[in-house]
């Protein structure tokens, strides 16, 4: 069984907090500037949720290689193809101007390959299989992330 993005989410703001506490490197902000990370961590939050909150009213697989049954392309679908990942994004990056270093940086790079290599690509890969020329259309319309 494979692991699920929202624990590479967890597993990467660990990560965050310990490079933050251990190795910061430069502390580029400070609070109350800190602070503004709420924003991003809170639009990262309604994203993800959102875009889940769509895939289950079109009732279609949610967990990554679950079977899909739509092609969900509204909403922020409109502008991404990959609104929940983009919103674990978001929180990340969020949760690194809270933290204030440099250092807290530093994991998001990993968690974006993971994510990109171990997901999108092959559910891209899996949603031209089951929707063919509507999924080939959306994604010549669509960037994969923004």
């Known amino acids: 069984r494979k692991i699920v993005p929202p624990v590479y989410l967890l597993m990467t703001l660990v990560l965050m907090w310990l ?23 809170i639009f990262g939050i309604a994203m993800a949720a959102i875009a889940a909150g769509m895939f289950k ?18 909403g922020f679908y409109r502008y991404t193809r990959n609104p929940m990942y983009l919103g674990m994004f978001l929180m990340l990056l969020g949760g690194a101007i809270l933290m204030g270093s440099i250092g807290a ?13 171990h997901f999108v690509l092959a559910e891209e890969r899996f949603l031209e299989a089951a929707f063919s020329r509507q999924y080939l259309d959306y994604q010549s319309k669509v960037r994969r992330w923004i």
């Open 57 to 74: 009213k079109a009732d279609t697989g949610l967990v990554p290689f679950e079977e899909a049954t739509t092609l969900v392309t509204d």
């Open 19 to 41: 490079m933050n506490q251990f190795f910061p490197v430069y502390r580029a902000v400070y609070p109350p500037a800190a602070y503004l990370g709420i924003i991003p961590v």
């Open 105 to 117: 940086l530093l994991p998001m790079p990993i968690f974006v390959l993971v994510i990109r290599n």
